[in-house]
């Protein structure tokens, strides 16, 4: 049974917006207690976090991305929504959402929950 599933374009042009959706299938968005987190996996590189948004509704990024990151919820579809702008051919990478406990973003704890990934490709 899959408690995350990621969902969006396997390609992407240059220069566009890459949209990709995360279904929570047992947990409310909302649910207290918990972030549910994008990170992505380059090819040949580790793994690097894009950014998480809270039970509260409230977003972090990575400083590197920031400025064409944003990830937003659904709580009526339990939906995690990254958009990355500005793509180019270094955001190609295996994405991932995943769960994780926390209080807030002082007291986080590790995943407990991770999607299988979606691959995406950047190129014209």
């Known amino acids: 049974q899959v408690q995350l599933l990621e969902s969006g374009p396997s390609l992407v042009k240059p220069s566009q917006t890459l949209s990709l959706t995360c279904t929570d299938s047992?947990?409310?968005?909302?649910?207290?207690?918990?972030?549910w987190t994008w990170i992505r996996q380059p090819p040949g590189k580790g793994l690097q976090w894009i950014g998480a948004?809270?039970?509260?509704?409230?977003?972090a990024y990575s400083p590197s991305l920031k400025s064409r990151a944003s990830i937003s919820r659904d709580t009526s579809k339990d939906q995690v929504t990254l958009q990355l702008s500005s793509v180019t051919r270094e955001d190609t990478a295996m994405y991932y959402c995943?769960?994780?406990?926390?209080?807030?973003?002082?007291?986080?704890?590790?995943?407990?929950?991770w999607g299988q990934g979606t691959q995406v490709t950047v190129s014209s």
């Open positions: 995943a769960r994780r406990r926390g209080a807030d973003f002082n007291v986080l704890y590790e995943y407990d929950y």
């Open positions: 047992r947990t409310s968005v909302s649910a207290n207690g918990y972030y």
């Open positions: 948004i809270g039970f509260g509704g409230a977003a």
